[in-house]
């Protein structure tokens, strides 16, 4: 997995504000197949703000913010909607990729109710994402569907990309010349070797 850049690393503690209900801790818990695996923990980033350089901020129609990371990670970012007595559900964050026929499905992640952000990492170039974020303080399906928060993007082409095509032209443009010096020497050696019929 990717590091998050040096601007993510600093202490979740610091802005830690019981009343808000967020927790220095986010736990989580990955679902995938229908499987949960063990429940982790890290550290809520607080504050962290999207500065032009390092990120590209994509927002939803509500209150989720994916931050796009110039080392191909995402930062989702989300605020508490509702009243006190909804906060203890946690969230469900589900996650979709366009293929080129087909869309599939990524792992989900239940979350905590003290969590407001989720790291991503090791997420796919040029491929369009697609991921919802809904509550799970309600039990009724027709509000858990209308409290869905979604957020479309596609991560950039890294710099290595670039450098990987460009070696690989100039590979196949060197294999292209050293055939047609080959056959050009083949082609001189059999002819001076010959003798020439007249």
């Not at 989580?28 to 197949?33: A, L, S, T």
Request: hydrophobic letters at 35%; aromatic letters at 8%; proline letters at 5%.
């Amino acid at each position: 997995a990717r590091a998050p850049p040096r601007a993510l690393s600093h202490s979740g503690a610091a802005g830690w504000s019981p009343e808000e209900g967020v927790s220095p801790l986010c736990a989580y818990r990955v679902i995938e197949g229908g499987i949960g695996g063990q429940l982790c923990f890290r550290d809520t980033l607080f504050g962290y703000k999207c500065h032009k350089g390092d990120c590209r901020r994509v927002v939803s129609f509500r209150n989720l913010m994916a931050n796009i990371l110039v080392n191909g990670s995402v930062l989702l970012q989300w605020t508490q909607e509702g009243d006190r007595r909804h906060r203890r559900g946690g969230y469900e964050l589900s996650c979709w990729w366009n293929g080129s026929y087909t869309q599939f499905e990524c792992a989900g992640v239940h979350l905590g109710s003290g969590c407001r952000d989720f790291l991503l990492t090791e997420l796919h170039e040029n491929i369009p994402y697609r991921l919802c974020l809904r509550s799970l303080a309600r039990s009724d399906p027709a509000q858990r569907a209308d409290q869905q928060d979604c957020v479309e993007f596609t991560l950039p082409p890294s710099g290595m990309q670039d450098i990987v095509i460009a070696m690989t032209t100039v590979g196949g443009a060197i294999c292209v010349m050293l055939v047609i010096i080959c056959l050009l020497v083949a082609y001189i050696t059999e002819n001076i070797m010959s003798p020439t019929t007249q």
